[in-house]
């Protein structure tokens, strides 16, 4: 039975659904043996590039990312090129007249990405696509996973901890705001799977809140951040990437998280309402009261990155960070 609910607060005339979801059965059979995933070669060596939508069933916005890359007859100049639409079991049953509720069957797919979690004795939808999803995803050096937000406007690029993720992010030349962060408490995200999240290897991994769930802005920013990583990555020229992206500078900052705030009762909320990267000046600013306790900044200028519209307890409310900057030219 689909669980109801677990991306936040309930809808509101603030969320209303503008897009429309892709048909995507014409992709289900693929050509690898595993359902709705296809990976095209090249004759020309080079790296294993994998693009995913749907790791939540309710993001759209990825997966018209990839049925835009299908219907434009992608193919990639040299090495291999993965389309991946992961919870289709969840996707199946979205209905934009309740959008929350297929966010996932089970549990959240996007924990599950950990050999240790998935040993364990329990048996969910998610955790048997993923099984079914992890000997592709071994094979793969650069990775794109495609999100969007339940709150906040402005597109992220989560890159991990590490500078080769930062690295990666940069190249895109986006506006998305770079974060470097590390992770989820509660479960490990396909972005922060094996390789991709051990400096030195050179696989690498970005995770991309393209914005706010079903706007129309949010799937522009899906094809252009696609585009772009693509682009970065080698797997297209330039000038195939051109049509589709818009005009943006490298950026010149980004954001390091260095602490977060996970409630530890029911009954935490916010002192004010955030939406994303908000700046607060002062250490020791209560931000937010868990149960009888006041929640602080624990350094100046604190970023809060990503706060959850309905807090839980013993799940990340908040990320917080502080703004660094780039030091040396960009590579885009």
Known sequence: MIATQKD???????DIV???????????EGNTGIPFVTTFTSATPGPHVMLCALMHGNEISGALALDHVFRHEIRPQRGELS??????????????????????????????????MLSRDIRSV???RVQALRPLV????????LHSMLAGIQPLLLCGPSEKGRALARSLGSAATIVSDPGHADGTRLRDYGR???????QTALLAECGGHWQ???AQTAIDTTYRFLRATGTIAAETAAPHIGFASPPDRWVKVMDRFIPQTDTATFAQPFTGLETIPAAGTIFA??????????FDNCVMVMPARRLTRGKTAVRLGQWQTFTGPADA
Not at 18 to 28: M, S, V
Not at 94 to 106: E, G, I, L, M, N
Request: contains cysteine.
């Open 289 to 298: 009261r868990d149960g009888n306790r006041d929640i602080r900044t624990p």
């Open 138 to 145: 071994d094979r793969v050096d650069h990775l794109l996973d």
């Open 196 to 202: 991709f999240n051990t400096p030195g290897a050179p």
């Open 83 to 116: 389309l991946v639409f992961a919870n289709v079991a969840a996707f199946g049953l979205f209905d934009r007249r309740d959008p929350y509720a297929s966010r996932f069957v089970d549990e959240d797919m996007n924990r599950l990405w950990d050999p240790e």
């Open 8 to 14: 936040g607060a309930p809808p509101s005339a603030s």
């Open 126 to 128: 998610e955790r048997m």
């Open 216 to 218: 129309c802005a949010t």
């Open 18 to 28: 503008k897009l429309t979801p892709p048909d995507i059965a014409p992709y289900r």
